[in-house]
């Protein structure tokens, strides 16, 4: 097998750092090594088929983005990216592996649904890939269905308590499957809005004549995510089922969370990049139809309110325990502006597959994260939670080599035009600047973005089947 050589760097983990030099053999991390040493008198500098500088570079764990939805059909269209396009942006930023969701609706087949989900991926994918499972339709039928998933590599599910008649589960829905979780290892993943009451207050306000974008993240209050984290909350204490909540975006969505953590239940919190540097002033209240951009649930919260602020100090003190993107995007023309006159019609999403690690690094140098927590944050907790962890989240023998060379020195311009590979017609991260750079990415040791070029392909990806998820994080 090919061998490559990965010299110089800084390696980082999530509980520390030091110089050293990593050998892979094929897909797989061979050996980390003191810098300057020798394999059998052999000098590696020397006879490795591929030699990487990482000279004044930290080198860290691929990235692992445990929410994404690619290709999802939602509000009478689909994500705009696919998994050919999607997959080969987070390449670019620094992310090796995607879990995302196959889709179930009311009145379909479970595993029809899971079916379609891998032809749909299957030899597109540029990184590695694997599946929760959305149950939209919770009968006798899917709860079978539930069951049978960690036979197929799949150990999670996520349930709505949001949009009703698309994929909304009622409390007795809700606690059937959270049964099934509990007694099957299954991960609950919840996301958590009182979809009933957000339709009252969205047809209230439109009847008022209050149409624009901004009025989105009104109707989502913050009190409609809170109440419904602890009604999920409380639904898993009593059944006793693992819980997982997306996106958490309001400060008081958290301590619940930190609540019931404190409390010794096995209750996680993510939250995405957007809810850590967006807000519902800035981005929802811009001038006209803009704000749709940012149009995404749970929706951007109010800065005035300090919400991200809290997001912050969640992810220092662990009570929120890593960050995923819920990439979910979609263009203005021909699709976000099919809310023009009603906000309720915009397709909820952002695209941020590409940036997250950047994002993330940037809270590196603004002192709001070490750098270890964020290798913890955005591979190895990512890894662990969703059953990865040794094949994938850390630089180790036997792992995968999923490798990301990151420079501090260098810098990255987010926007159309600039870093954005992502198959939108503009940039939710427009104007952000990183100061670091994502140099070259390996993927089960395929460089597949090295000094500004992607050499990757569709195909190169895999289907990964994960193991049981690991709850004491």
Request: hydrophobic share 40%; with cysteine.
């Amino acid at each position: 097998m090919p061998t490559t050589f990965i010299t110089g760097g800084t390696v980082v983990s999530a509980t520390g750092r030091g110089a050293a030099d990593i050998l892979v053999d094929g897909e797989r991390i061979a050996a980390l090594l003191e810098p300057g040493s020798t394999v059998l008198g052999t000098d590696l500098a020397r006879t490795a088929d591929t030699v990487i500088d990482a000279t004044g570079k930290y080198v860290v764990p691929g990235g692992i983005d445990a929410h994404t939805h690619m290709s999802m059909p939602f509000g009478g269209t689909t994500a705009s990216d696919d998994f050919e396009s999607g997959t080969r942006a987070a390449a670019w930023g620094g992310t090796t592996t995607i879990i995302d969701f196959a889709v179930q609706k009311f009145g379909e087949r479970l595993q029809d649904c899971l079916a379609t989900w891998h032809q749909m991926a299957a030899g597109q994918c540029a990184i590695d890939y694997g599946f929760h499972q959305i149950v939209g339709d919770v009968n006798d039928a899917s709860l079978s269905a539930l069951r049978e998933l960690p036979a197929e590599g799949i150990t999670s599910y996520k349930l709505f308590m949001a949009y009703p008649g698309v994929f909304y589960s009622d409390d007795a829905q809700i606690l059937r499957a959270m049964q099934i979780g509990a007694s099957t290892g299954l991960m609950t993943m919840m996301h958590a809005e009182n979809g009933p009451a957000i339709d009252v207050l969205v047809g209230q306000l439109l009847e008022q004549g209050k149409t624009d974008p901004y009025y989105h993240g009104i109707a989502r209050a913050w009190q409609l995510e809170e109440e419904a984290t602890h009604r999920a909350i409380m639904l898993a204490d009593l059944t006793g089922a693992p819980l997982y909540v997306v996106h958490v975006s309001a400060k008081q969505a958290v301590a619940q969370v930190a609540s019931a953590r404190d409390r010794g239940r096995n209750v996680f919190g993510e939250t995405c990049p957007q809810y850590l540097y967006l807000s519902l002033e800035e981005q929802l209240g811009a001038p006209g139809f803009e704000g749709a951009k940012w149009v995404c649930s749970t929706p951007l919260r109010s800065r005035a309110e300090r919400h991200q602020d809290h997001m912050w100090q969640a992810l220092r003190t662990n009570d929120i325990q890593m960050v995923a993107t819920d990439h979910c995007p979609f263009c203005m023309k021909g699709q976000k502006d099919m809310g023009v006159g009603d906000f309720s019609k915009i397709p909820n999403g952002i695209g941020s597959v590409e940036h997250r690690m950047d994002l993330m690094y940037q809270g590196v140098v603004e002192g709001r994260i070490t750098l270890e927590r964020w290798v913890e944050i955005t591979s190895t907790t990512p890894a662990r939670m969703f059953g990865l962890y040794g094949r994938k989240g850390v630089l180790a023998p036997g792992a995968d080599a999923d490798v990301v060379i990151y420079d501090p020195d260098g810098h990255t311009s987010i926007g159309l035009g600039k870093a954005h590979h992502m198959n939108m017609d503009h940039s939710a991260w427009e104007g952000f600047e990183i100061d670091g750079h994502v140099d070259t990415v390996l993927s089960r040791g395929k460089v597949v973005v090295d000094a500004g070029e992607y050499i990757g392909r569709k195909g190169d990806g895999r289907f990964v089947r994960r193991d049981p998820c690991q709850y004491l994080i």
